[in-house]
């Protein structure tokens, strides 16, 4: 298959689509990550091949050899991305050229094959239009999550020869259950998520894996998410779970954590960025210490704080627990700064706010 040219996707709709009147039922309130499009899209890749094979088919379960690679190594990377519903009737994604090349490189760390740009980007067009009825009206969205993972059944400890790509679609509302109430996140000080030279800047399963106690930790304890800190020195916060970080601090600027190799560089977290900047403020990606985050919180320094990414948006962090005492930042309502950020930013991807920067990818 030559990498520049439009790639053939063979086209085998479900012949058992889930009827509509429970499709409306399932996309009245459908959280997060559960309920499911009816198709996906499949490329293989095998060292002597390259990438073949594209086709769209009904969503199903996919069999395995037991010995394939990523049961025992995990060897395996994904992407998150969303869909929504513009009120002009149109259908659009939010810089899906970033997922792509974020694809490719956590493939490079991984020493997985890199899917070319154009077919991740026809792969995404291909399923959200089969699946465009999936795509829920007003605030929710259709998450993409396009992932590949090693099938050689081989059990030596090298790359695998054989992978599969996989686009799956889920009917996405809010990420957080309490919706736009500020989260508390779980400051671990037992548990970081990467080292340097390790895999923290790409989006590989594994990190999920090791991020899970933690999270399970944070459960236990009334949180949303994780908050690490980084492997060396445990004292510069890196990022939750799954978002990115920024502070917002009493002169109007922006604080966030530096693309260290450690964190995942955000798609959200970059168009934030760029946003702020353009609006005349200060951004600093710099170290921030969380005794620092104590102390600016304690003399209003600090006035808001929140997460960001792709599944959660913008969620404003009301208060940080962990086992030294609490640090307490909002007091139940999302501040001005980060309330006004997140307008912006959803306002772009909904097509209600001009689209300076070309980021929104309109797709019908
Ligand atoms: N950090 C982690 C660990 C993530 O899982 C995510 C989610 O994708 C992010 C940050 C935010 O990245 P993005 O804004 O590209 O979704
Ligand atoms: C996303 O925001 O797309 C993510 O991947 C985070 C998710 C794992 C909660």
């Known amino acids: 298959m030559n990498d520049l040219s439009k ?15 429970v499709r409306a039922g399932l996309l009245k309130d459908p959280g997060f990550g559960k309920v499911f499009s009816d198709h996906m899209v499949t490329i293989r890749w095998t060292k002597d091949g390259g990438w073949h094979d594209a086709q769209v088919r009904a969503r199903a379960p996919i069999s395995l050899d037991p010995a394939a690679a990523v049961l025992h190594y995990g060897q395996e990377i ?31 760390r991984m ?9 991740f980007l026809q792969a995404v067009d291909e399923l959200v239009k089969i699946d465009s009825a999936w795509i829920p009206k007003g605030d929710g969205s259709l998450y993409l999550r396009p992932f590949m993972f090693a099938t050689e059944a081989f059990l030596g400890v090298r790359p695998s020869y054989e992978y599969l790509f996989i686009l799956i679609a889920s009917s996405v509302g809010s990420y957080f259950k309490g919706g736009e109430k500020p989260v508390t996140v779980w400051l671990t000080d037992r548990y970081t998520r990467a ?5 923290g800047a790409a989006k590989c399963g594994g990190n999920y894996a090791s991020s899970l106690l933690a999270q399970a930790e944070a459960m236990e304890n009334g949180c949303d998410q994780v908050v690490f800190l980084d492997a060396a020195e445990h004292r510069w916060v890196e990022e939750l779970g799954g978002m990115n970080v920024f502070l917002v601090m009493d002169d109007g600027s922006l604080v966030t954590p530096p693309l260290s190799g450690t964190i995942l560089p955000g798609i959200t977290r970059d168009a934030i960025i760029t946003l702020a900047r353009k609006e005349g403020r200060t951004v600093r990606e710099e170290r921030y210490s969380i005794d620092q985050w ?14 960001c990414g792709t599944a959660a948006v913008v969620a404003s962090i009301g208060k ?22 997140k307008a912006k930013l959803v306002g772009i991807q909904r097509g209600d706010v001009a689209d300076e920067f070309g980021w929104v990818h309109r797709i019908r």
């Open 294 to 307: 104590r102390a600016d919180a304690a003399s209003g320094k600090l006035k808001e704080a929140f997460a």
């Open 195 to 199: 080292a340097e030279g390790g895999t």
């Open 78 to 108: 994904f992407e998150g991305l969303k869909a929504y519903n513009l009120g002009d009737g149109s259908i659009a994604l939010f810089r899906p050229d970033q997922n792509a090349r974020r694809f490719q490189s956590s493939a490079a």
């Open 7 to 21: 790639t053939t996707f063979t086209r085998h709709p479900t012949d058992r689509p889930v009827p509509a009147d």
């Open 320 to 341: 940080i627990k962990s086992s030294k005492g609490d640090i307490v930042v909002a007091d139940g309502t999302t501040g001005p700064v980060t309330a006004a950020i």
């Open 111 to 119: 020493a997985m094959p890199e899917l070319p740009e154009a077919m």
